[in-house]
C-alpha cells in the first residue's frame, strides 16, 4: 500500500519540477543571471576585495562570512545535539561531573585497541598519520588559495583522529580530548568567528569586516586564516567527539 | 443626558465580589450566609440608586475597557437595562433567601453559592452592557456560570442535560460572535447606545444573514421553539436554580437580546422597512401556542412550568417583533411580569417538593389544605398568567393587544385569546386540585413550608398584585420601561 | 564604540556563543550552566528591547555584516514582524528560568545532560533570532537549520518513552522540508543570480522569461514553511514532538518555532506580492481552506484528548490554522490580525506548557483523570493555567481576543464569511476542551493523594508561568499597541496588491 | 518543453534523483534506509545548486595568476559548502536517535514502532 502511494508522490512531485526545471536559463549560459548578477562581481572584484584567490573561499568567509559563521554553529549544534541524547548510556557512573564525551575511566589502564586490529592496518595507519596531518594543514592554511579550507582540512583531521583511535586505543588518543580542553575545543569554531569578527568590528565597524586598506592586508589574511584554523580545530573536534560518543555508547 | 458613573460597572462587580468571596472562604455556613446577603442586598440598593436619575432620563455609562476602535468593554445603564437590572437584582434578593433554606441540607454548597452569585452578577452585566461584545461576553459567561448548578447532583441525568444545556448554548453564542463581528464590519461600531446603528445600505441580504445570525444565537437561549430542547431537561437542576434560570437569569438574557437586537442594532425604523420581524413573530406566536399545548401534558410540575416558561418567554419576542410603541411596552414590562409570577410557582415548586417530597401534578391533591399560603401564592401567579385584571401578567396582554391592533395584524389577537385559554387549562387544574380536591387517604395536617422558603415566595406574589395595580403609578417600574419605549421610538 | 548601530548583529551573536561557552562553563560547577544562560538571555533581551525602541522610531533598518552591501553580502534586515524576537528572548528568557529546577525531575538529566541542554536552548533561540532578522534567503536556510536541529534534539532530550521516536519522525519530516526550502532557493537563486529577498523581489519585478521556476519555488517554500509550521495535512510531527518534549521545550516549540515557519511564509509573501509575477488568489484561497481544516480539525483532536500535553500540542495546530487563515485572506484585518497572534500565541501557549509543565513537576501525571482536583492544591499555578485557557480561547479581555476578532473581521473584509463561522466554531471547540478542564481541575474529587497533597510550583517555576499569565492579560488590555505597531509592515507588505 | 529539458539534462538528473530519494522516504520501512532516502534527495539538490553555477567552458574560480575566463560561478559552491556541514549534521543526529530508539525498542521497522508506540 505503501509503495503505490510513494510512486504517486514522487510522480506528482516531478511534474512540477520538471516544468521548473524546464523554464531556467540553459545550463551552462554564460548570460544567465547567476553569472551576470551577483557572481559577476565576486569574480572580477573578488581576488583584491575578499583577499583570497580561491574565490570559493573568499564569498565563504569574507562575503558571506554570516553564513559560514551559521554553518559552523549548525555543526556545533549536532555535536551537542549528539552528546546530549547519547549522554544516558556513555556514562554509567553515577558521577555528573564525567559528562562530556570524555572516555570512561574504566577505560583508563587499557593499553590496547578496543577491537583486534591487523597488523597491517596497525602499520599503514601510524605510517601515513603524519603525512595526513601534514596535508591537512596544508589544506588548512592553503584554503584561501588552492581548493580546500577550514572545512576539508578539519575533516581530514578528524578522520585522521578516528582512525588512530581505532587503530591504537582510545587510551592513546586521549591526551588530544583533555576534559579542560574539551569543551573550549567543541566551539572552536563557532568561537573564533565571534572573535575574527570583534576585531574585524574594531578595526572596520562593522562585525564581520575585513580591512581592505593594501597596508592592512598582512591583518585580513591573518584574520582569514585565523577563521581557517578555528574551523578546521571545531570540525575536527565535532568529527571526533560524536564518534568518541557513539563509539563509548 | 449621558452620565459617567462607576454604578453600572458596580453592581456586576458586587456579586463578582460576592462569588470570589464565596469561594475563597465560603467553607463556614455563617460566614456565606453573610456573603450572599450582603452582596445581594448592596447591589440591589446600588441599582435602586439609579433608579430616580433613570426615571429622569439620566443615562449611566461607565468606560471599562477600549481595546482599538470602539472594540471594548462598556457598561451603559439605559432606562431598558435598568429595568432587566432592577427585575434580576431584587429577585436575588429573593431567591437568595429561598436558596439558603432549600440547600440547607445539600452538599457542595460553596460551589452552588459561588456560581450562583456569578450567574446574577453575569445577568446584571447583560443589562448594562454597554456594547454588543460586552454583552456577549457576559452572556457567555452566563452559559458557563449556570452549567455549575445544572449539574449540581451530578446524576447521569444530571450530566447529560448539563451536556445539552452548553451544547445548545454555546453553539447560540458563537452565532451571537459572528453576528457582532458581521455588524462591526457592517458599521465600524458595535454599540448599543442607539436607537438602531444599523442602516439600509448595508443592503437586504448581509442585513438578513446578521438579523438571522443575533436571532438564532439568542434565541437558542430564549428557549424559542425549535430550539428550546435543553430547557425541559434543565429541571433536574435544584429549585431555586430553575427558578433562577427560567425565571430570571438563562431565558431572560436570551429575551433581552433579542430586544436590544430589536430596538438597538436593527431599530424599529429600519426593521419596519425590512420585514424580517414577520417571520419571528409567527414563529414565536408558534411557540406560544405549542408549548402551551404540552404544558397541559406534562404531569411533573417543573416540567409543566418549564413549558409554560418557554411559551411566556416568547411573549416577549412577539411583542418586540410588532415593533409598535404599546408593543415595546409590553415586551419591556413583561421581563418583570413573567419573573416575578414564575419565579413564585418555583418557589411553590421548590417549597411542596421540600416539605411533602411531592413533584408531580396528580400527587397535589388537597394540598391546599396542607399549606394554604403557599398555594394562595400558585393561585395569584395562576391568575396573572391566565391574564386576570389586576395581576401582572394582565398588563402585558393588554398592552400586546394594543399593539396588535395598532400595527393592523388582528391575529395577533387571537394567539393573545387561545393563550389565555391554555394557560388557564394547565393551571386552573393544578388551584382546582389543591383546594377542591380532598387528598388521598387521610388528610395531612398543616404543615407549612419552613419560613425561608415561604417569605419569598409571599413577597413575589404580592408584588405580582402590586405590578398589576400600580401601572399609573409615578416612580414605579411601569414609567421606567416607559422612558425606554420613548427612547427606542425616538419620541 | 557606540552600540546602537551594532545590536543587529550582537542579538544574533550573544545566544550562539552564549551557547558555544556553555559546555566550558559548565566545568566550573553544576549550576553555571543555568545561569550562564540566563544572563545570555537577559543580554539577548535587551538587544531585542533596543531593536525594538530603534525600529519605533526609524522604521525598518539594515546591518550588513563584513560590509558588503547587500546583494553582495548578506544583510540582516529588522522590520515590523522581526519585532517577534522579543516575545522569543522573553519566552526563551522565562524558559531557562522554568528548567533550572524542572530539569532536576528529569532522571537523564542527574548523568549530565544539562549542559547540553542549555546549549541547545541558546542555540534554538539564536536559530529563530537569526531567521527572523535576516534578510538573505541562504541566511534564512542557515538559522533555519540551527534552530531545527536543535529542536530535534531538545524533544528527545527529555527521555520520554516516545521521545526518540517522535523527534526522528519531527527530523525526518523537518529535513524534507528544510530540502525543499533549499532547492526553492535554488531556484529563485536560478533565474534571479542573487540570494537578498528585497533584491530577489527587485528583480523578479517584471521579470521576462519562463515564469515556471518561480512558481515551482513558491510552491515549495509554502509546502516547506507550512511543513515547519505544522499546517494540516503537514502536522502530523507535531503532536508526538511536542507532547514528548520536556515541558519547558514544548512551550519554546510550541509557542515559538512552529511561528518560524509562519515567518517564513511572510518572508516568501513579500517576495511574491512585491514581485506582482502571480496572482497569488488560489494560493491564498487553498491556504485559507488548509487554515480552516486545521483549526477545527486541531480542535476536534484537542477535545478527545485526556493527555494535557497532548491536547495543548493539538491547540497549537488550530491556532497555526488561524494565522494562517488571517495571512491567507489577504486583508488588512486578517494580516493584523495574524501577525499579532504570532505574538500573543507564544505568550498564551507558554503560559499553558508552564503551568502543565508544574503541575506535572509536582504530581507526575498528566492526564486529567489523574490531575482532578489539582486547582485546588496548586492554587496559583492553576489560576495562570485558566488565564492563559481564558486568553487562547479568545475571551476579552485577554491577549487572545483582539487577533481572532481581527481575523474574523478580515474574512468578512474579504467577502468570506463563511471563514468567519469556522473561527469561531473552532474557538468554541476548543472552549469545551478547557471548560473540561477546569472543571476537572476545580470541581472534581482527586483520585490520587500526589495530587491532594500537591504544593504550588516552587519559585522558578512559578514565577515564569505567573509573568506569562499577567501578560495575557496585559497585552489583552493593551491590545491596540501591537496592532498599531505591525499596522505599518503589513501595510507595506500589502501595498503591492493595492489597497 | 522537450528541448529544454534535453538542454538542461544535468537539472533533470538531480529532479530524478530527489524524487526517487522521496519514493525512498516514503517507501521504505527501516528508519536507517528512510536516512538514507533523505541523502539520496539532499545529494539531489546540492547537485541541482552546483549544476546552476557552472558555465560554458568554465574555469574553477580560482585566480591563479595565469587563470583565464570564464569562471565557474563561486558562489552555489558555497553554498553547497554550507549545505553539506548541514546534511552531515543532520546525519549525524538522525543515526544517534535511531541507535537510541534501537535501544529502547528493539527495532527500526517504522510498522513495528507503530506497534510497540
Given amino acids: ?249 | 443626558m449621558e452620565v459617567v458613573d462607576i454604578r453600572p460597572l458596580l453592581a456586576p462587580a458586587m456579586s463578582f465580589a460576592c462569588a470570589g468571596m464565596v469561594f475563597l472562604f465560603g467553607r463556614k455556613t455563617h460566614w456565606r450566609r453573610f456573603w450572599m446577603l450582603s452582596a445581594a442586598t448592596i447591589k440591589m440598593l446600588i441599582v435602586l440608586s439609579m433608579l430616580p436619575g433613570s426615571l429622569q432620563g439620566v443615562v449611566y455609562t461607565f468606560d471599562l475597557v477600549d481595546f482599538t476602535g470602539g472594540i471594548g468593554l462598556g457598561f451603559r445603564a439605559d432606562a431598558l437595562g435598568m429595568f432587566f437590572a432592577l427585575v434580576s437584582s431584587s429577585l436575588w434578593v429573593a431567591t437568595t433567601v429561598y436558596a439558603i433554606g432549600y440547600m440547607r441540607e445539600d452538599e457542595k454548597r460553596v460551589r452552588f453559592f459561588g456560581f450562583f452569585a456569578l450567574c446574577v452578577s453575569t445577568t446584571v452585566g447583560i443589562a448594562f452592557a454597554e456594547n454588543l461584545l460586552t454583552f456577549f461576553l457576559f452572556y457567555e459567561m452566563l452559559t458557563i456560570c449556570t452549567y455549575p448548578l445544572v449539574i449540581h447532583y451530578e446524576t447521569p441525568e444530571a450530566l447529560s442535560a448539563g451536556r445539552a444545556y452548553l451544547t445548545y448554548t454555546l453553539i447560540g453564542g458563537a452565532f451571537v460572535l459572528v453576528g457582532t463581528v458581521m455588524v462591526h464590519d457592517a458599521t465600524g461600531t458595535i454599540s448599543l447606545g442607539h436607537p438602531g446603528i444599523l442602516d439600509a445600505g448595508i443592503g437586504t441580504g448581509r442585513l438578513g444573514f446578521i438579523f438571522g445570525l443575533l436571532v438564532i444565537g439568542f434565541a437558542t437561549k430564549a428557549a424559542l421553539m425549535p430550539l428550546h430542547g435543553w430547557l425541559p431537561r434543565a429541571m433536574v437542576a435544584p429549585t431555586p436554580v430553575s427558578a433562577l434560570l427560567h425565571a430570571v437569569a438563562v431565558v431572560k438574557a436570551g429575551a433581552f437580546g433579542i430586544v436590544r437586537t430589536v430596538y438597538n442594532v436593527f431599530g424599529v425604523d429600519l426593521l419596519d422597512g425590512l420585514g424580517f420581524t414577520l417571520p419571528l413573530a409567527a414563529l414565536a406566536a408558534f411557540t406560544i401556542i405549542t408549548a402551551s399545548v404540552i404544558a397541559i401534558f406534562q404531569d411533573d410540575l417543573k416540567r409543566r412550568l418549564a413549558y409554560s416558561t418557554i411559551s411566556q418567554i416568547s411573549y416577549i419576542v412577539l411583542a418586540a417583533s410588532m415593533l409598535t410603541p404599546f408593543a415595546a411596552t409590553a415586551a419591556i414590562v413583561h421581563f418583570a411580569n413573567q419573573a416575578l409570577a414564575k419565579i413564585t410557582m418555583f418557589f411553590v415548586a421548590g417549597a411542596i417538593q421540600r416539605t411533602t417530597g411531592k413533584t408531580n401534578v396528580h400527587e397535589l391533591a388537597g394540598i391546599g389544605h396542607q399549606m394554604p399560603w403557599t398555594m394562595g401564592a400558585f393561585t395569584v401567579a395562576s391568575l396573572s398568567f391566565i391574564g386576570m385584571p389586576l395581576f401582572a401578567g394582565f398588563i402585558t396582554k393588554w398592552y400586546i393587544s394594543l399593539g396588535a391592533l395598532e400595527s393592523g395584524q388582528w391575529w395577533f389577537l387571537l394567539v393573545m385569546i387561545t393563550s389565555s385559554l391554555l394557560n388557564a387549562a394547565y393551571f386552573l387544574p393544578i388551584v382546582y386540585l389543591a383546594f377542591f380536591k380532598p387528598a388521598r387517604g387521610a388528610a395531612a395536617p398543616m404543615k407549612e413550608a419552613r419560613p425561608t422558603l415561604l417569605v419569598p415566595t409571599l413577597v413575589c406574589a404580592i408584588w405580582v398584585i402590586a405590578l398589576g395595580t400600580t401601572s399609573e403609578v409615578a416612580g414605579m417600574p411601569f414609567s421606567l420601561a416607559e422612558a425606554a419605549v420613548r427612547f427606542v421610538f425616538r419620541m | 564604540m557606540h552600540l546602537w548601530p551594532h545590536w543587529l548583529a550582537l542579538i544574533v551573536l550573544t545566544p550562539l556563543v552564549g551557547a558555544a561557552l556553555t559546555p566550558v562553563v559548565a566545568l566550573i560547577d553544576r549550576r553555571t550552566p543555568t545561569w550562564w544562560a540566563l544572563s545570555t538571555m537577559t543580554v539577548t533581551s535587551f538587544a531585542a528591547t533596543m531593536l525594538v525602541l530603534r525600529i519605533f522610531h526609524e522604521g525598518p533598518f539594515s546591518y550588513v555584516p563584513g560590509g558588503w552591501t547587500a546583494p553582495y553580502g548578506i544583510e540582516l534586515h529588522f522590520d515590523e514582524f522581526s519585532a517577534v524576537v522579543g516575545v522569543i528572548c522573553l519566552v526563551g528568557w522565562l524558559a531557562v528560568l522554568f528548567s533550572s529546577r524542572y530539569t532536576d525531575s528529569l532522571p537523564e538529566f542527574a548523568r549530565g545532560r544539562t549542559p547540553y541542554y542549555y546549549t541547545l536552548l541558546l542555540l534554538n533561540c539564536g536559530g529563530m533570532i537569526g531567521f527572523t532578522v535576516t534578510g538573505d534567503l541562504f541566511n534564512l536556510f542557515v538559522f533555519m537549520e540551527v534552530l531545527s536541529l536543535s529542536g530535534y534534539a531538545l524533544v528527545a532530550v527529555g527521555g520520554e518513552r516516545i521521545a526518540e521516536m517522535a523527534a526522528f519522525k519531527y527530523l525526518l519530516m523537518g529535513a524534507i522540508s528544510s530540502l525543499l526550502v533549499l532547492f526553492a532557493i535554488g531556484f529563485l537563486y536560478g533565474i534571479t543570480g542573487t540570494l537578498n529577498i528585497a533584491d530577489v523581489t527587485a528583480r523578479l519585478h517584471g521579470f521576462e522569461g519562463p515564469t515556471a521556476p518561480a512558481a515551482v519555488a513558491l510552491g515549495m517554500l509554502v509546502v516547506g514553511f507550512a511543513t515547519k509550521a505544522a499546517v494540516f495535512p503537514l502536522h502530523v510531527w507535531l503532536p508526538d514532538a511536542h507532547a514528548a518534549a520536556p515541558s519547558p521545550v514544548s512551550a519554546v516549540l510550541s509557542g515559538l518555532v512552529v511561528k518560524v515557519g509562519v515567518i517564513g511564509m511572510i518572508r516568501v509573501y513579500r517576495i511574491y506580492y512585491g514581485s506582482g509575477m502571480f496572482d497569488l488568489t488560489v494560493l491564498n484561497l487553498v491556504l485559507i481552506w488548509l487554515g480552516a481544516i486545521s483549526i477545527v480539525m486541531g480542535a476536534f483532536f484537542a477535545v478527545f484528548q485526556d493527555d494535557v500535553k497532548l491536547m495543548l500540542a493539538y491547540s497549537t495546530i488550530s491556532n497555526i490554522g488561524y494565522i494562517v487563515m488571517g495571512l491567507g485572506l489577504a486583508t488588512t484585518y486578517g494580516v493584523i490580525g495574524a501577525s499579532v497572534h504570532i505574538f500573543n500565541h507564544a505568550l498564551i501557549k507558554a503560559t499553558l506548557f508552564f503551568a502543565v509543565g508544574a503541575i506535572i513537576y509536582r504530581t507526575g501525571y498528566r492526564t486529567l483523570t489523574d490531575l482532578r482536583g489539582v486547582g485546588r492544591a496548586m492554587p496559583l499555578t492553576a489560576v495562570a493555567l485558566s488565564v492563559g485557557a481564558i486568553s487562547i480561547v479568545g475571551i476579552p479581555p485577554t491577549a487572545g481576543f483582539l487577533c481572532k476578532w481581527y481575523i474574523a473581521l478580515g474574512a468578512f473584509q474579504a467577502d468570506r464569511p463563511f471563514f468567519g463561522f469556522v473561527l469561531i466554531f473552532g474557538a468554541l471547540l476548543i472552549f469545551i476542551y478547557y471548560i473540561r478542564m477546569v472543571n476537572a481541575f476545580y470541581f472534581r474529587e482527586p483520585v490520587h493523594a500526589e495530587v491532594a497533597e500537591a504544593k504550588d510550583a516552587p519559585v522558578s517555576m512559578l514565577l515564569p508561568t505567573l509573568v506569562l499569565a499577567s501578560l495575557c492579560l496585559i497585552m489583552g488590555i493593551l491590545g491596540r499597541v501591537p496592532l498599531t505597531f505591525i499596522e505599518p509592515g503589513v501595510a507595506r507588505l500589502l501595498a503591492p496588491l493595492g489597497g | 518543453m522537450l528541448t529544454a529539458l534535453w538542454h538542461n539534462i544535468d537539472y533533470v538528473a538531480s529532479v530524478v534523483l530527489f524524487c526517487i530519494g522521496l519514493y525512498v522516504v516514503i517507501a521504505k520501512n527501516n528508519l536507517i534506509k528512510k536516512f538514507l532516502g533523505l541523502n539520496i534527495m539532499e545529494t539531489a539538490v546540492f547537485a541541482f545548486i552546483i549544476a546552476l553555477g557552472v558555465i560554458e567552458d568554465g574555469q574553477p574560480p580560482i585566480m591563479t595568476g595565469d587563470a583565464h575566463g570564464p569562471f565557474a560561478s563561486p558562489l552555489p559552491q558555497t553554498l553547497v559548502l554550507t549545505g553539506i556541514v548541514v546534511a552531515v549534521s543532520t546525519t549525524a543526529l538522525a543515526l544517534t536517535l535511531i541507535i537510541r530508539v534501537y535501544r529502547r525498542f528493539g527495532t527500526i521497522e517504522a510498522d513495528e514502532l507503530r506497534e510497540l508506540e
Wanted: zero cysteines; hydrophobic letters at 55%.
Fill in chain 1, 1 to 249: 500500500m505503501r509503495r503505490p502511494i510513494a510512486i504517486s508522490l514522487a510522480f506528482l512531485a516531478a511534474v512540477p519540477l520538471l516544468a521548473g526545471v524546464a523554464g531556467l536559463p540553459v545550463h551552462g549560459d554564460p548570460s544567465a543571471p547567476v553569472h551576470t548578477h551577483v557572481s559577476a562581481r565576486y569574480i572580477e572584484h573578488g581576488v583584491e576585495e575578499a583577499g583570497a584567490s580561491n574565490l570559493v573561499t573568499g564569498v565563504l568567509l569574507n562575503y558571506r562570512g554570516l553564513d559560514a559563521a551559521g554553518e559552523v554553529t549548525v555543526i556545533f549544534t549536532a555535536l551537542i545535539a549528539v552528546l546530549a541524547v547519547l549522554t544516558v548510556a556513555s556514562t554509567r557512573d553515577a558521577d555528573a561531573s564525567n559528562h562530556d564525551g570524555r572516555v570512561r575511566r574504566s577505560d583508563a589502564d587499557r593499553r590496547h585497541p578496543d577491537h583486534p586490529v591487523s597488523p597491517i592496518v596497525h602499520f599503514v595507519v601510524r605510517l601515513i598519520a603524519p603525512f595526513t596531518a601534514l596535508y591537512a594543514a596544508y589544506v588548512i592554511l592553503h584554503g584561501h588559495v588552492t581548493p580546500g579550507g577550514g572545512f576539508q582540512g578539519g575533516a581530514i583531521l578528524g578522520g585522521l583522529f578516528i582512525a588512530l583511535t581505532m587503530v591504537l586505543g582510545k587510551e592513546r588518543t586521549r591526551p588530544l580530548v583533555r576534559p579542560v580542553l574539551a569543551p573550549w575545543m567543541q566551539g572552536a569554531a563557532v568561537l573564533t568567528f565571534a572573535a575574527v569578527g570583534a576585531v574585524g568590528a574594531l578595526l572596520t565597524g562593522v562585525y564581520l569586516g575585513f580591512p581592505v586598506d593594501p597596508s592592512l592586508r598582512i591583518v585580513r589574511d591573518l584574520m582569514l586564516i585565523a577563521l581557517e584554523v578555528g574551523i578546521a580545530l571545531g570540525g575536527a573536534a565535532v568529527l571526533a567527539m560524536i564518534f568518541l560518543q557513539m563509539e563509548a555508547s
